[in-house]
């Protein structure tokens, strides 16, 4: 399969976020990454459940890849309308009822992934692998875009590759923090799928983003 490109939305210039999308997605990028937060679970507030929902009606190739990064998270699964064709990430350090939200996400037929952050160790996945499309590994502390990459992750992006690949073939693995233009290669290699491109490479200032697009897409092919 090959890399997938998944640009980080709350990078993007916020005053001018539709020609945005409609940049991205007449470049055939595959998927765009929503970060939603909720001031509570991360000390910050990016993207707006009503904005997320926004998104769905401009896009016409690009699919949705939601970040929520907020505590109940299947409180905002209305407000974002999430639906056929989303990725939905939802953390595991957030949810007591972990098994239930991933089932209300596949309920409403979008696809569930599970989130987890630098401190969490890959092993919790292991009762949820059979409920779930992929996992989404948080190579930074979540919450800022901009942040070094934590020391270990590419370990664990070999680790989560081995989990599950053991478990069935075709599930996804997310690299989500400091996707940078100097280590999404090793990144690729350790076993990821798709990958956030944020701050640290698509939206560096002053790079033309056909070109970024061109490049990134070529070192996780
Ligand atoms: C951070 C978000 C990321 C962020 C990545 O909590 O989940 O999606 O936008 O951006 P960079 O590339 O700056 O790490
Ligand atoms: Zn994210």
């Known amino acids: 399969m090959k890399g997938m490109l998944s640009p980080s939305l709350m990078c993007a210039d916020v005053l001018n976020l539709q020609s ?26 990016t993207l707006s459940a009503d904005l997320v929902k ?12 939601i970040h929520i990064m907020a505590l109940k998270p299947e409180q905002y699964f209305d407000r974002m309308d999430i639906g056929s064709g989303d990725i939905v990430s939802v953390h ?15 309920r409403r037929g979008a696809s569930p992934f599970v989130a987890i952050s630098p401190d969490t160790k890959p092993d919790v ?16 502390y979540p919450g800022f875009a901009g942040r070094p990459i934590v020391e270990g992750s590419f370990e664990k992006i070999s680790a989560v590759r081995r989990l599950l690949d053991n478990h069935r073939s075709g599930m996804l693995l997310e690299v989500d923090g400091h996707v940078s ?29 056909e070109e970024a697009v061109r490049r990134m897409s070529a070192l996780i092919a």
């Open 92 to 106: 595991y350090e957030a949810c007591h009822n972990l098994h239930d939200v991933i089932a209300e996400i596949r």
């Open 181 to 209: 233009w100097d280590l999404c290669a090793e990144m690729r290699a350790r076993g990821g799928d798709m990958f956030v491109a944020g701050s640290s490479s698509l939206y560096q200032k002053g790079l033309d983003l």
């Open 54 to 65: 926004a998104v769905k009606g401009v896009l016409t190739h690009m699919k949705r890849d």
């Open 20 to 45: 945005e999308l409609t940049k991205l997605d007449q470049l055939g990028v595959d998927y765009i990454h929503l970060d939603f937060m909720d001031n509570h679970f991360v000390p910050n507030i």
């Open 125 to 140: 996945l292991t009762e949820y692998l059979d409920e779930i499309d992929g996992v989404l590994v948080m190579t930074v």
